[in-house]
């Protein structure tokens, strides 16, 4: 994508590490965002270290994250019960992102063939203490070996795009499943916070997509759209960080009140805070 073809939409900072600024612009062709100027490969690494990107630790030191691992472990459940219900019950699972292995051991409760992905050094070594092992790539993973092919927030991280959903095209099974969860630009929470919305989150947060553009960009590899379901808790979570960096402290009356108006928006627009899309391959 050429910046020259994008049309500008907001300006955001990054508020967990660097306190840079970054601009996104909009592909109106595939109804997304994209955020410039992307860092190069070789120093993204640098914008996720940090104690506060709560993906890849399992600290419990505050309020805040207590309650994030709280609804973690809830929501861990719902996804296994999902994948559960597109493979008749169990099958080859892989979770690209795995943060520090907690959806894989759930699944592997439940009778899942499990692989995961993490490039996050400090998070495989929390996996591995859990007697979980994570490559870090797909590169050496088997082609068409999986049922079921899992990205909880991870897909609007990658560097390359295109290539990422090429590989999700190699990895799953004909008919298999491709499951994505990502946030979405276009919910009233977005709207509320604008340029202080967390889920923008640049510039970890490469792309910033609409259901448009999920649908059509994996529709380019021939795996298509099936379902599309909401991200409850999102919303909350979203509205907590966004207080904080809006206003310099978490205002959880305020935050959640944002959550419920957003939800409740979200039931007539179907525009959630986050949304889970599920794609099978042709």
Sequence with gaps: MNKEELDFYIKC????????????????????????????????????????????TDSKRSVFEKLYHYIKKYSLNKKVKLISTLN???GSLLDIGAGTGDFLIQADLKYWKVKGVEPSVQ???????????????????????????????????????T???????????????VVIAVPNFKSF???????????????????????????ALFAKEDI?????LPLIFDSFYVALLSE???NGTMNYIRAVWIGFISNFKAK??????????ILKNS
């Excluded at 929470?189 to 649908?215: C, G, Q, T």
């Excluded at 298509?224 to 599309?228: D, I, S, V």
């Design 13 to 56: 900072e990054d508020f967990t590490v660097s306190g840079e600024s970054f601009k996104l612009y909009k592909d109106k062709d595939l109804d997304m965002l994209v955020t410039l100027p992307k860092p190069a490969n070789e120093n993204l690494g640098k914008y996720y270290e940090s104690e506060d990107y709560i993906s890849h």
């Design 88 to 90: 008749k019950g169990s």
């Design 123 to 161: 998070a495989k070594e929390l996996a591995k203490e859990k007697g979980i092992l994570l490559e870090s790539d797909t590169a050496d993973l088997p082609s068409h070996e999986y049922d079921v092919i899992t990205m909880w927030h991870v897909l609007e991280h990658v560097p390359d795009l």
């Design 163 to 177: 290539d990422q959903i090429k590989e999700l095209k190699r990895l799953v099974k004909p008919g298999g499943y």
């Design 189 to 215: 929470d977005a709207e509320y916070y604008n340029s202080y919305w967390a889920a923008y989150d640049v510039p970890r947060h490469l792309w910033h997509f609409s259901k448009n553009s999920i649908k």
């Design 224 to 228: 298509y759209l099936e379902k599309t």
């Design 244 to 246: 904080k960096y809006k």
């Design 268 to 277: 007539q627009s179907k525009e959630y805070s986050s949304h889970i899309y």
